[in-house]
């Protein structure tokens, strides 16, 4: 089972910021926190990662707690076409692990 | 920018058969996954692959299931004896460890597998 607990749903008017939250209060010291979304029946996207500070890159930001028990993900300027179902996975440190998806949060940017 | 393609897009085939689904990985990755996700449905993983070996599989992974590497592009698929179960998209991904502790997966666009 997933190790994230998420909301089912989320609205956001376009140009408007989309505050993403993820609790994952389980989480080991060694394990990221990353972020992906899929779009309608496409492939899932990556989109950030991190383990303990905030990160930024050109699709969003990840403000995790110092605790590490939750994050959110920050995609600054909502455009109709982010509107997809965003997932929340904490993963182990080895390559080839098993990605394990939750229901995630499907968001709705409405113009 | 490089991507993960997948052929074909959508395949039909009878319960019964075997259907065999590629992939090509971005060519510099070293780890190669399959997901599927049928309609309505979470994303689960099947296996992990590096190193022309199984990594790591789900209990959805049995003996009907196979992976292979057959060059140095492709990964495939295989599924012997397909059951209507087995409909659902499928997607394949690869992974390259850009720092030691960082593995972000891409993912390529699936093929629809339709098992009548």
């Known amino acids: 089972d997933a190790k994230t607990t998420q909301p089912p749903s989320m609205d956001c008017a376009e140009g408007r910021a989309a505050n993403l939250p993820c609790n994952h209060s389980t989480i080991s010291g060694n394990e990221y926190v990353y972020w992906y979304r899929q779009i309608h029946s496409q492939g899932p996207q990556y989109i950030i990662h991190?383990?303990?500070n905030n990160e930024t890159n050109e699709m969003a930001s990840l403000i995790i707690t110092e605790d590490r028990k939750s994050s959110t993900l920050i995609l600054p300027h909502a455009t109709l076409r982010d509107t997809a179902v965003y997932y929340c996975i904490v993963s182990p440190n080895t390559g080839g692990f098993k990605t394990i998806f939750g229901a995630g949060t499907r968001l709705f940017v409405k113009a | 920018e490089p991507e993960v393609t997948q052929t074909p897009s959508h395949q039909v085939t009878q319960m019964g058969q075997e259907v065999i689904l590629r992939c090509v990985p971005i060519s510099n990755h070293l780890y190669f996954y399959w997901y599927r996700q049928i309609l309505g449905q979470k994303v689960e993983f099947l296996v992990s692959f590096y190193n022309n070996e199984i990594s790591e599989k789900s209990e959805i992974f049995d003996d009907q299931f196979s992976v292979e590497r057959p060059d140095g592009s492709n990964f495939t698929l295989k599924i012997r004896s397909t059951k209507l179960e087995d409909s659902a998209m499928y997607f394949c991904?690869?992974?390259?460890?850009?720092?030691?502790?960082?593995?972000?997966?891409?993912f390529g666009p699936g093929t629809r597998l339709t098992v009548t």
């Open positions: 991904a690869s992974s390259e460890p850009t720092s030691p502790y960082s593995y972000e997966q891409y």
């Open positions: 991190g383990l303990k």
